[in-house]
């Protein structure tokens, strides 16, 4: 029947439930723990390989993670939130850097008290700066360490 719109075989030869059943995997059980993987260098979620889901990290280093790599004045929200990179290099550009990560982590050191921060290491020799820092989880005890 041409033009009528029903198609060759427009009810089909067979009936429902026809075919094999596609076999799931099993949904994971239990609620994961920790915050979600931050790459550095992409700064996306990263895939666990070997379970296919999300690679999980702590909630305060996700928390110092993001708190570093938002450049200060970025949020019309919080304008004054954020890393202040400092203008020019020299003799002082390590202290200019500890002094613009502790007041970008103010917040979580002395407002909410989660944090202390131990040191803060500064290379400069590649073309961006590379800094560490190490910290101490206050709730847990636990020294951590990150790189931005």
Do not use: C, H
């Not at 075919?19 to 550095?40: D, L, W």
């Not at 990560?101 to 500064?122: G, I, N």
Request: a positive charge.
């Amino acid at each position: 029947m041409p033009g009528s719109g029903l198609g060759v075989s427009a009810i089909g030869s067979a009936p429902f439930g026809v075919g094999t059943p596609a076999t799931a995997v099993a949904p994971p059980t239990g609620k994961p723990t920790g915050a979600a993987f931050i790459s550095g260098l992409g700064r996306d979620y990263e895939i666990d390989g070997d379970t296919t889901e999300l690679k999980r990290m702590p909630v305060l280093r996700q928390r110092v993670r993001n708190a570093l790599a938002q450049s200060f004045g970025s949020s019309t929200t919080r304008p004054t939130d954020g890393l202040r990179w400092p203008k020019r290099g020299g003799l002082q550009a390590p202290q200019k850097i500890d002094i613009a990560v502790r007041t970008a982590l103010r917040y979580l050191t002395d407002v909410e008290k989660v944090l202390r921060v131990d040191q803060v290491l500064s290379d400069l020799t590649g073309v961006r700066p590379l800094v560490t820092i190490l910290y101490t989880d206050l709730s847990t005890r636990t020294a951590d360490t990150v790189t931005v």
